[in-house]
């Protein structure tokens, strides 16, 4: 199982109250699944996200992450898992402005200590595969909202990660591009990615083929999509070649 | 992460808010720029001071004939023949760790074969090389029976030497001063500029008798054995201020002046007018000091506020690369890197611009500056140790943000 989250439970203290934003959740996730997160605003999809990447830890409850207690590493330790065994994806996609899209791309790859020559080459590669090879020098000020969200789905991809996850990844775009960017996440599965997205948009969660339904801080549904092939057949016809 | 790319970053970021980090810039520029400028002119003060010593001999007093004011008007220092050869003879016999040699001064034409140039005429006695402490560079000194029996054999300065023989050897030629024959007998090694700046090798040295019998003449002194100066030397070890006191107190004796009455001599410690000029330049150092500090604080204090500023607005970068894998020494060697790299530039702006204030200072005032590399070293470590002590807080400010709140920052 690549993760097995149990009885997770985050609470954030304000002040004299408690804010619960999860209540005990459970879920495995094996590898090579597409998972959507959905579920009402401050139901807690965030959080369970923010601890799936290793970004925050749990208040009680356990995470393993490809076997391993992950919520017992150090903080090195655990900058070095999100580096190698994670891939973000933001909303706001997160470029660095001013900044070429391939040197964007290759910023994980700084920190891995990747030399610079197969740094460059591996971003190259990255891009190429999202389709922006011609982009590569181009800053994210130069590129549309959907190529910005590719750039940065390039950048998740290029340490070779364990998983995707992405937390809205479509929420700033418009609803045909949000369509090419889960096109793009769709193909990534169909080539054995793992992916776990958040969204609203039941366009948007019809690409993927497990939903898991948030509400006050649990999973209250977890099911296959029956929709997923229809989403497939919906991708054929929206997205040109 | 390695420093050339942190190197990168910081140089990216600095350039996207070029004005910002210039006007961060501007106090480390300035501050280093005045530590340079500091340390040129408090060097080149003492250089100064230590070639006029070298020049006019240590421990030296000068004795002027003439008292400094009379009944309220200045008279011309010189002019009032109160000083004589036996007032130098006393204070030699009287005065144990003194040394005094009287002298004559004038102008003369001295010609040599072809050759001739307008020079000073000093007449004087053998003690006058010990006491500015001047060697010879050729020939030999005054003999006793050429003082006594006043000789027409004379000392020349290196530019005399120059002038008249070129490259010819003097010593032994005979030169004429006012058309009197004399006999070179030695040349004097190179003095350089006085404290006024005069040149001193621009001299003739003559036994003071034939001075006063030959060249300078009696009509320019009434009085048989007056003299215009004196200059004593007070011997190695011994306190100029004493001995010029005890010397004071010997010519008031010698000269019947009342207790209470003026002078009628001016007696000047040369040490002191040269201790006077080095006390202004390190007056002028110990300013450029206090600005330097002050400039340097306040510039370590605007690097800090704008690294601090700069983490709030790029704290969402700071949780994307946290979240992209960067440890904590990585965000706080980021930050760290431009601080030092906003102060490193700003100090080598500095060192620039303060060698060009040096040079400056040099030319217009006319000021000696010295340009030391230890100068431009220390400075550069200056401007390197503020960026490290004044970027540290808002770097660890950014290395300890907590990843998932620094991505939701708005
Ligand atoms: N840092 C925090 N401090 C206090 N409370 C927090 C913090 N982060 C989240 N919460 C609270 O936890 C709950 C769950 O938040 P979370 O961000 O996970 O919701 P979400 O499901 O992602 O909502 P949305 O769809 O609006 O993004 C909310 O009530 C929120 O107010
Ligand atoms: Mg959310």
Redesign the pocket.
């Known amino acids: 199982m690549l993760i097995e989250a149990r009885e997770l439970v985050k609470i ?1 203290a ?1 002040g004299e109250a408690e ?1 619960r ?1 999860l209540a005990g959740v459970s879920a495995d996730i094996a590898a090579g699944e597409f998972i959507a997160v959905m ?10 996200m923010n601890l799936l990447g290793c970004l925050d830890r749990q208040t009680s409850g356990e995470y393993l992450l490809a076997g391993e207690r992950v919520s017992q590493l150090g903080p090195d330790r655990l900058a070095r898992v999100r580096n190698r065994q994670i891939g973000f994806v933001f909303q706001h996609f997160n470029l660095l402005a001013r900044t070429p899209a391939v040197e964007n791309v290759e910023l994980p790859l700084v920190y891995a200590g990747v030399p610079g020559k197969q740094r460059r080459d591996r971003a190259m590669a990255m891009l190429a595969r999202v389709g922006l090879a011609e982009r590569a020098h181009h800053q994210p000020a130069q590129l549309s909202g959907g190529q910005q969200q590719r750039v940065a789905i390039a950048r998740a991809l290029v340490t070779e990660p364990l998983l995707i996850l992405a ?2 990844p479509t929420g700033a775009l418009d609803s045909r591009t949000s369509l090419e960017i889960m096109a793009l996440f769709q193909e990534l599965n169909r080539q054995g990615m793992t992916v776990v997205l ?1 969204t ?1 948009e039941n366009d948007v969660a019809r690409f993927a083929r497990r939903i898991l339904r ?1 509400r006050d ?1 649990r999973i209250v549904r977890d099911e296959p999509n029956a929709a997923a092939d229809a989403a497939r057949a919906l991708r054929a016809e929206a997205v040109p070649a | 992460m390695n420093i050339g790319a942190l190197l990168r970053i910081a140089l990216r970021a600095l350039a996207i808010n070029k004005l910002r980090s210039a006007l961060t810039m501007l106090g480390i520029v300035i501050g280093v720029g005045a530590v340079i400028v500091m340390i040129g002119v408090g060097a080149g003060a003492q250089k100064r001071v230590e070639e006029q010593i070298r020049a006019l001999g240590s421990n030296l007093l000068l004795i002027m004939s003439g008292a400094r004011t009379q009944g309220g008007v200045r008279l011309a220092l010189g002019s009032g023949q109160t000083l004589s050869e036996d007032d130098a003879l006393a204070i030699n016999r009287e005065i144990p760790e003194a040394l005094a040699a009287p002298a004559l001064r004038g102008g003369a034409q001295v010609i040599w074969g072809n050759a001739n140039w307008s020079t000073q005429i000093y007449g004087t006695t053998p003690e006058y090389l010990v006491v500015r402490e001047w060697q010879l560079a050729a020939g030999r000194a005054f003999e006793p029976a050429e003082m006594s029996g006043a000789g027409k054999v004379c000392l020349i300065g290196a530019t005399v030497a120059r002038q008249l023989f070129g490259s010819a050897d003097p010593v032994d030629q005979v030169i004429r001063i006012k058309r009197v024959p004399f006999t070179v007998i030695g040349v004097l090694e190179t003095k350089g500029q006085s404290l006024m700046g005069t040149d001193q090798d621009d001299v003739i040295i003559v036994p003071i008798s034939t001075a006063r019998a030959r060249v300078l003449g009696s009509a320019t002194q009434a009085k048989q054995r007056a003299v215009a100066t004196i200059w004593v030397k007070a011997a190695e070890g011994y306190d100029t201020k004493v001995v010029e006191e005890q010397v004071r107190a010997l010519l008031r004796q010698r000269h019947r002046l009342q207790p209470g009455s003026d002078d009628d001599f001016s007696l000047r410690n040369l040490q002191e007018v040269m201790s006077a000029q080095e006390a202004s330049s390190r007056v002028l150092a110990l300013l450029l000091a206090a600005v330097a500090s002050v400039s340097l604080l306040v510039g370590g204090i605007g690097i800090m506020n704008i690294m601090l500023v700069s983490v709030t607005e790029r704290t969402r970068e700071i949780g994307l690369r946290m979240a992209l894998g960067a440890r904590t020494r990585d965000i706080l060697g980021q930050f760290l890197v431009e601080a030092v790299t906003l102060s490193l530039i700003g100090g080598l702006i500095g060192v620039g611009l303060g060698l060009a204030a040096s040079v400056a200072i040099g030319s217009f005032l006319g000021w000696r500056v010295l340009l030391a590399p230890e100068a431009v070293g220390l400075a550069v470590s200056f401007a390197f140790v503020i960026g490290v002590f004044f970027g540290f807080y808002p770097a660890r400010k950014a290395a300890r943000l907590n990843p ?2 620094a991505l ?1 920052f708005e």
């Open positions: 954030y304000m804010v934003a579920g009402p605003s401050g139901s807690g999809k965030s959080t369970f937390d809205e958040v609203h948030f801080g | 998932v709140e939701r």
